[in-house]
């Protein structure tokens, strides 16, 4: 019975998500006390799946970014960007991309995005513009980033700590699809989004319009006040914070230690020229409790076996290593568009295991990365399918762009689809 209670309040949850007939956040933290309520988890076990470690990591980088925002730095970023695209909407467009790319590549994508997709409304409204295609991008972006290295997504973490795979271990077997499959994306975005992003250099209203904006930027920021040592403080606190996403496991401290020690020292630092109840008062409430939510009812549903009973389909499915490598890529996909990718990369770790160790001498190396192409990519099928997209989606609500569930999934689907048949590929030609 707890089974069918645990899949039906996930169904419906998520299908009141989809067509957005309340907010997200009251969904999932309902969703979650019917979990409880209904006994399918304890009070404790509710407690225990949630994941306070992201929890903790969004709350201090959204802390730190709106201390870093009151120093007028992101103007100036703005500023020197609309200056070196020169308002042109194609550059602006393949600038933040591939800049979300490489950053995702080398921090945490949420981390990533809470940095970025603010500076990119602002910019591209100011051009007159949509932000909408350019928000979508770096949703993508950030998880085709993260997909490339150890430290770029969670799955790679864990399986980087199961194989003890290096980190140019994962770049070196990774770049190819990664590489394929933003190409890929920047395709589609490009010819689908056109007429969004084209150059202007042709339309003399457009080139007219653009400096007028530029100039309007460069004048507010000129009467804006900026304080150098606010500027000074805030570069170094972000430096360093960035610094300490990298080394972080030569710190031996988790991300949301090192986010959380930035802002504090960070707000320390500026106490004088701004209030830390303002920076508490900017923080995604709605956003952290809907990932609480979440984080329950996804324990929910592990506890009906289901991931359990789709990882030894997995194993028993066939004995063709690509067949087998096909199947952890698809399956891994679906699920983490769905549910969060960390529970189903855990129960396959001993799965792949056992694999490794019934075939004997056969290199089972390809599975690991068919579940690392799967399950960070597949995120971005839906925008609950990885943090990264419900942190862009909620910062762009809060300063007016609505990206809805089904307008995203409309075009992120075919995208995402499109995606693992390239992996697809890769596999067939890495094993063969």
Not at 98 to 105: Q, R, V
Not at 162 to 168: I, M, P
Not at 241 to 266: C, K
Not at 377 to 399: E, F, P, Q, R
Request: hydrophobic share 60%.
């Amino acid at each position: 019975m707890e089974i069918y209670l645990a899949l039906g309040i996930f169904a419906v949850a998520f299908a009141l998500i989809a067509f957005e007939v309340f907010d997200k956040s009251l969904i999932a933290l309902f969703g979650a006390l019917l979990m409880v309520i209904l006994g399918v988890l304890s009070p404790e076990e509710a407690i225990a799946a949630i994941e306070f470690e992201t929890i903790l990591l969004l709350l201090g980088m959204m802390i730190l970014v709106n201390i870093a925002s009151k120093s007028g730095i992101f103007e100036w970023l703005n500023v020197k960007i609309a200056a070196f695209t020169k308002g042109n909407p194609l550059f602006i467009f393949l600038f933040f991309s591939i800049l979300t790319a490489i950053l995702s590549a080398f921090l945490d994508n949420v981390t990533t995005v809470i940095l970025i997709v603010p500076l990119t409304i602002q910019l591209v409204r100011g051009m007159g513009k949509d932000p909408k295609p350019y928000i979508m991008a770096e949703i993508f972006f950030s998880n085709i980033g993260g997909a490339l290295t150890l430290i770029g997504d969670p799955p790679n973490i864990i399986i980087g700590g199961a194989t003890g795979f290096s980190f140019l271990d994962f770049i070196i077997n990774l770049w190819i699809p990664i590489l394929a499959v933003a190409i890929f994306t920047m395709l589609v975005f490009v010819i689908l989004y056109w007429k969004h992003i084209k150059p202007i250099s042709d339309d003399l209203i457009e080139l007219f319009t653009a400096n007028i904006v530029i100039k309007k930027i460069k004048h507010e920021f000129v009467k804006k006040t900026i304080h150098r040592d606010f500027v000074i403080k805030v570069i170094a606190v972000l430096a360093l914070t960035i610094i300490g996403f990298l080394v972080q496991h030569q710190l031996g401290l988790p991300n949301y230690v090192i986010a959380f020690t930035a802002a504090i020292v960070l707000a320390l630092m500026t106490a004088k020229r701004h209030n830390i109840h303002e920076s508490f008062s900017s923080v995604e409430w709605t956003t952290l409790f809907f990932f609480a939510g979440l984080f329950i009812m996804v324990a929910g549903v592990e506890t009906t076996g289901i991931l359990e009973s789709l990882s030894e389909y997995v194993a028993h499915s066939t004995t063709d290593i690509f067949f087998m490598a096909l199947i952890v890529l698809w399956v891994s996909g679906l699920v983490s568009m769905i549910l969060d990718n960390i529970p189903f990369v855990t129960v396959m770790i001993p799965v792949i295991m056992g694999i490794q160790a019934e075939l004997g001498g056969s290199d089972v190396t390809i599975l690991w990365w068919a579940l690392s192409l799967g399950a960070c990519l597949g995120g971005n099928g839906t925008i609950v399918g990885a943090s990264a997209n419900v942190i862009s989606v909620d910062i762009a609500k809060k300063k007016g762009v609505n990206i809805t569930f089904i307008e995203y999934m409309k075009f992120s689907l075919p995208i995402t689809l499109g995606i693992f048949v390239i992996c697809s590929v890769y596999l067939f030609i890495k094993i063969n």
